[in-house]
């Protein structure tokens, strides 16, 4: 194997396994510049809350009501950073209540977020990769079709939402969120 085919391998090793952290409390990261976005902006009285509990988790948790055409709960971790360009997935780690959470991305010159599902298990631990191209743009619970791709690099919140008419009390603990490259 020649020179310059040992330094491409080891260049793609070391780039397929790089990874930032976007949420970790046990480190410091992501745990500031949280804000509550729930369906009481348009008449809803759904409510939840973040916080860290004593294993050293976020912990996104309240009640998801239909009253008043209500439906959803959600929380956004103001991102700033300039630091996601050329990501190609997300590492999440959570334990969950057996609903189905979303994970969002949102740009501050969209209207819609881009959106991926995922199911938590009723007390277990899932480690989970997320695509960029899994991310589908929605908004007030509808799917685009023909809408701009994500411009990863322009994201200025990260969130987490429950709704589809998933009534009760709720709670997700997220371990990390990583931005892997």
Known sequence: MN??????ILISIFMNGQSID?????????VKNWSIINDDVMGGV????ISINNENNIVFSGFLSLKNNGGFASSRLNYSEKTLLEIKSFKIKFRGDGNTYKLRLRQNNRRASYSYNFKSLRGKWIEKTILINDF????RGNTYINYPELQIEK???IGLQISDK????????????KALY
């Open 3 to 8: 020179k310059l085919n040992l330094l491409f």
């Open 22 to 30: 976007i949420i970790n409390p046990e480190n410091g990261v992501g």
């Open 46 to 49: 759904s409510s939840s809350n």
């Open 136 to 139: 589908k743009p929605t908004w």
């Open 155 to 157: 994201i200025n919140t």
């Open 166 to 177: 998933q009534e009760g009390e709720f709670k997700l603990e997220l371990k990390y969120l």
